[in-house]
């Protein structure tokens, strides 16, 4: 029997009936934009998240650039990004006519390597012809980046740092999220990440009043909010005084009511999915190049379970043929991609993520990988010969 990669099924069927019945009230409440179910889902998502501001927005791509237009990030400034994500996570930067710069990452975490990133800075700084505003740091597979060393290097720049947690949302270092250091958390519910929708949907979180005010407005074609209305009167919908360019990038409500369930289960599933890791560790590390590194303190919450092989691709194939699904995250990184290989690279260029790009393999992954399933998994890994 083929193993699934990542059985959304199975925690639907465990949830029993609890997001059928969600989703069928919002139907049937009628609120489909905007609705209570997204005021609701944004509190619970703040309380989970310890940030003063959670706002919804329509997936985690939007999620990023609307603090990059709050910030009036655009042409001249440098936004520093590892190159071993997601295209997302640099993508948003072009989008606004500024430069994404790209950073190498750490051998044994897979985030931004903070050295790297700093002699990143010193280099365009002695170019002289942008200017570096903001570091959006990855939480790559679930781990956090190095936040506390990241914020130094962001305070001693006068730069913003956005933590992009799309996949890591949930992670803590020492308890604390990336929130604690980070101006804005950014995350995406795409269905295969740890706390997933139904389809699209992205959110925001952060302490800064005034961020979250902005955000709000651009999230709605830069409607006007608080802050605009202080000193004039609209006797209108808010929605049709228009502040700022804007864009249209909102949480469905019935999203928002799938999420809702979703997120009072995520902290129970967070363990199940660190218990399952340590398994996976446990029994393939003899077998494998390396098994994840998660450092003392840090909590993953495993968006993927991601191993490294010498013949990687030898490897995929024989689980392949014995019905053991895998992926590569990354096979080709941004800065050697067609559309982002113009953009520069941080001083030493990025050898280790040129490194990782041949030797990386993820194995299935989800809350509800049971152990005989687990066990299958590590005897195909260990019986491969390559
Ligand atoms: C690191 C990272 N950033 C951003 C995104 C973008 O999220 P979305 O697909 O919801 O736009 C993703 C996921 O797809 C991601 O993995």
Known sequence: MTIPFIDLQAQRLRLAGK????????VVGGAWVM???????????????????????????DALALPLMAWDIGHGDAVFVP?????????????????????DVDPKTYNMDPKALEAAIEGVLKEGKRKPRVVI??????????????????????????????????????????????DITTTSFFPAKPLGCYGDGGAVLTNDDLLAELIDSIRVHGKAVGIDLKDRTFEHETKYL???????SRLDTIQAA????????FPQEIEWRNRIAARYNEGLRPHVAAVPDVPAGNISNWAQYTI???????????????????????????????????????????PVTERLKDRVISLPMHADLDEATQDRIIAAVASFKG
């Open 19 to 26: 997001i059928e019945a969600a989703v069928q009230e919002a």
């Open 35 to 61: 609705g209570p179910q997204v005021r609701q889902f944004e509190q619970d998502l703040a309380a989970f998240g310890k940030a003063k501001h959670a706002l919804g927005c329509a997936n985690g791509t």
């Open 83 to 103: 190159s071993f994500t997601f295209a997302a996570t640099a993508e948003v930067v072009p989008w606004f006519h500024a430069v994404p710069v790209f950073v």
């Open 137 to 182: 740091a990855v939480d790559l597979f679930g781990q956090p980046a190095d936040y506390p060393a990241i914020k130094a290097i962001c305070d001693r720049y006068g730069m913003k740092l956005i933590a992009d947690s799309a996949q890591g949302f949930g992670c803590t270092i020492d308890g604390r999220h990336p929130l604690e250091w980070a």
């Open 242 to 248: 228009n502040m700022r360019i804007g864009l249209n």
């Open 258 to 265: 799938v999420l809702i369930e979703k997120l009072k289960v």
């Open 308 to 350: 490294e092989h010498d013949d990687r691709d030898g490897l995929a194939a024989h689980l392949k043929a014995q019905g053991v699904p895998t992926a590569v995250y990354y096979p080709i990184p941004l800065h050697l991609q067609p559309a982002y290989e113009r953009y520069p690279r941080g001083a030493g260029g990025l």
